[in-house]
């Protein structure tokens, strides 16, 4: 069964602190993704990397920035957390195919942020 | 911006009846099409992808695909209390890599 753990379930921060979520995958999987997750808003894919070492912006990468130093490693940060980064924060891993991503996405359990 | 749009329920259906989830997307170029369930607290899990137009049937799930009216459907038979949850409809854009999301339609099957 493939695997993806998130560092923590829940996570409060105050304004400004930088926050590090970490995720990892235990499946081999090329591509590696981070999505927020909001009420009415649906899945939000932040950034997502295709090999280590490269990343791709998403549709709201602002605010963000993400490090995959190894395969298996998928970290997201909030360089200075703010109110409207409240939200559920998803990460997922798929395998890879020649010339593009793949298609089935495992997600982790997700980390719910509360930034005060 | 390329959009899957869905209704967002609740759609309620009683057990053992058929459970109809729709979703529309405007990448008319897409050509792969997935079906994710979410219990409520817990990540997305695919349950269905369909990459050509006509039904795919995997047990209980039919999925429905219409590239011409950019149409995607899901058919939950039988339907079960252990099947509410939230359905998303996502869809691979033809010019990236990325898939997109819809927002999810609230399925509730009530005994």
């Known amino acids: 069964d493939v695997k993806v753990t998130q560092s923590s379930r829940y996570l409060v921060k105050r304004t400004g602190e930088k926050v590090f979520l970490e995720c990892v995958q235990d499946?081999?999987?090329?591509?590696m993704f981070w999505y927020r997750q909001d009420p009415g808003l649906g899945l939000r894919l932040i950034y997502f990397?295709?090999?280590?070492?490269?990343?791709e912006k998403g549709d709201i990468p602002e605010g963000y920035s993400v490090s995959r130093e190894k395969k298996e490693r998928f970290s997201l940060i909030l360089e200075s957390a703010s109110t409207n980064q409240t939200s559920m924060y998803l990460c997922a891993s798929a395998p890879g195919l020649a010339g593009g991503l793949g298609e089935t996405q495992y997600f982790g359990p997700g980390t719910r942020l509360l930034v005060l | 911006q390329k959009e899957v749009e869905q209704n967002s329920g609740p759609l309620s259906v009683p057990e053992g009846a058929i459970a109809s989830l729709n979703c529309t997307y405007s990448?008319?170029?897409?050509?792969?099409f997935f079906w994710y369930r979410q219990y409520s607290g817990k990540s997305p899990e695919l349950i269905m992808s369909i990459y050509s137009n006509g039904d795919k049937e995997d047990g209980r799930f039919t999925a429905q695909l219409n590239k011409a009216s950019q149409y995607v459907s899901l058919l939950i038979r039988d339907s079960q209390p252990s099947d509410s949850a939230t359905y998303l409809c996502a869809v691979r854009e033809s010019s990236a890599s990325k898939i997109i999301f819809g927002s999810g339609t609230r399925l509730s099957i009530r005994p």
């Open positions: 499946m081999d999987h090329e591509n």
């Open positions: 990448d008319r170029g897409s050509q792969s």
């Open positions: 990397s295709y090999d280590v070492k490269m990343k």
